[in-house]
């Protein structure tokens, strides 16, 4: 395991750290787990850990599933090692769609588990398939309200299909149109009298995210851009999908900040260091169309800000895209310094 950025900002402290292998990087002892069971293979890498431990682990088993029968086979690993790696499992069975019903479960499930321990938790969360809405909500309540004191977040890289034959974006996770919903903890401060600023993180789905933004109706648009990419392929799409977005709100290049697609602490401190929201005179959103960890990293500077509003886009529904891990896998451990470990 390599470490690769370390950052602090307010209460916060994280770093990241990488390395070729789940087995060590997905280790540890938890308080609480959070799972996501996919037809992605990505959503079993935390299987190969040797030594992982978790006083209570949630699986979410959304109801949508795969013509290939690859739910059916990780379903059953995901319990089976749960079960050998935890003191209780509880899986949660939903539509990843509804998503208050959804919170408030996993909201309870949190609660419960710092009652029972009577302190603050560690808790394990898998990004690689897991919404935003609700790896972002878990990660800002958590650490908001010191019900943690530390989150660690992993991510196994994905290689993602090539382009369909007459398609107009390289990749579609989603069906129909997007609405923008305010993640839990990170609803933000609005004034009516300030002008609306989006800073958006940007993926593969670029006319989606034109719309989003377009609904919004905002005075001035920032970018985050994952580069270097997972692949420079990669990067070089995510800029060709939302070349309309940067044509049509005449985004200037220094208004474009670029990060490591990864990296979710790289991220938040180029977002810290380069400070493009105006707070005394801007209304602040944050959309999250990339990489989950840019989600992760706009919530971390939500946090620390306080004023901005990070959204999520919600689908009309998920596409079932067959996705593996590239080999290489990430890990996030944040801490807030507030709250005694």
């Known amino acids: 395991m390599k470490e690769q950025t370390r950052f602090a900002s307010g209460s916060l402290r994280a770093v990241s750290s990488w390395a070729d292998s789940p087995t060590t990087l997905y280790s540890g002892s938890f308080d609480l787990a959070l799972l996501v069971s996919s037809w992605d293979t990505r959503s079993i890498c935390v299987t190969k850990s040797e030594a992982f431990r978790s006083g209570h682990t949630t699986i979410l088993f959304f109801e949508k599933r795969d013509p290939y029968g690859l739910r059916d086979q990780h379903d059953q690993k995901l319990q089976e090692f749960a079960r050998q790696a935890s003191q209780s499992v509880q ?201 989950k960890p840019h989600s992760l990293a706009l919530a971390l500077r939500g946090l620390c800000l306080r004023s901005p509003a990070v959204l999520y886009n919600l689908p009309e529904s998920h596409k079932v895209v067959l996705i593996q891990p590239t080999g290489r896998y990430w890990r996030f451990d944040i801490e807030n310094l507030t709250v005694p470990q």
């Open 91 to 291: 899986p949660i069975h939903c539509n990843s769609l509804s998503l208050e019903p959804t919170w408030k479960e996993l909201l309870a499930t949190i609660a419960r588990q710092r009652k029972a321990l009577g302190r603050p938790l560690h808790i394990f969360l898998d990004a690689a398939v897991c919404p935003r809405y609700y790896l972002l909500a878990t990660v800002a309540t958590a650490l908001k309200t010191g019900v943690a004191s530390r989150v660690s977040v992993v991510y196994a890289d994905g290689l993602y299909p090539e382009t369909p034959p007459g398609s107009d974006e390289d990749i579609a996770f989603t069906g129909g149109h997007w609405r923008s919903v305010a993640v839990p903890s990170l609803e933000g401060h609005y004034s009516p009298s300030k002008n609306r600023f989006l800073l958006v993180s940007i993926g593969f789905e670029g006319w989606k995210t034109m719309r989003a933004v377009a609904r919004s109706d905002p005075d001035r648009v920032s970018i985050l851009h994952g580069d270097p990419g997972t692949t420079p392929q990669y990067a070089k799409r995510s800029l060709k999908d939302n070349a309309a977005l940067i044509d049509t709100y005449q985004i200037p290049s220094e208004q474009i900040l670029r990060a490591p697609a990864s990296d979710a602490v790289a991220a938040w401190k180029t977002l810290t260091e380069r400070a493009v929201e105006r707070p005394t005179t801007e209304n602040a959103y944050f959309l999250c169309s990339g990489t």
